[in-house]
């Protein structure tokens, strides 16, 4: 079974910075693909950033220069790296794998593996 598991997330100020950590189990690091997703309310799931074991990185424009994904194989846990935050970057974040490909992980679907989500509000 794989098992999903956020943390890292809170309350900070406009400028600042938080790193999400997603730590996983049952899922095959061998061959991977993963993303960070967030949902605010009233809004749909977006796409954060995305990693493979091809070495690719993917991330949304209104992220791009400002988060970084990463992934340590021997701690099994995916990481979000998130500076100079915005309020509109408040929202739900969701760590995802199972997805093919980073180019193509940005559109969320509901094949793959979510976790429950950590909450992150910044404030102005």
């Known amino acids: 079974e794989v098992q999903l598991l956020e943390s890292g997330g809170g309350s900070v100020q406009a400028g600042g910075s938080l790193r999400l950590s997603c730590a996983t189990s049952?899922?095959?690091?061998?061959?991977?693909?993963m993303t960070w997703f967030r949902q605010a309310p009233g809004n749909e799931r977006e796409g954060v950033a995305a990693?493979?074991?091809?070495?690719?990185?993917n991330y949304g424009a209104s992220v791009k220069g400002r988060f970084t994904i990463s992934l340590d194989i021997a701690k099994s846990t995916l990481y979000l790296r998130m500076d100079k935050l915005k309020p509109e970057d408040t929202a739900m974040y969701y760590c995802?794998?199972?997805?093919?490909?980073?180019?193509?992980?940005?559109?969320?679907?509901?094949?793959?593996?979510w976790g429950q989500g950590t909450q992150v509000t910044v404030s102005s």
């Open positions: 990693i493979d074991s091809d070495g690719s990185t």
């Open positions: 995802v794998a199972d997805c093919t490909f980073a180019e193509e992980a940005l559109v969320p679907s509901d094949v793959y593996y």
């Open positions: 049952g899922y095959s690091l061998s061959n991977y693909c």
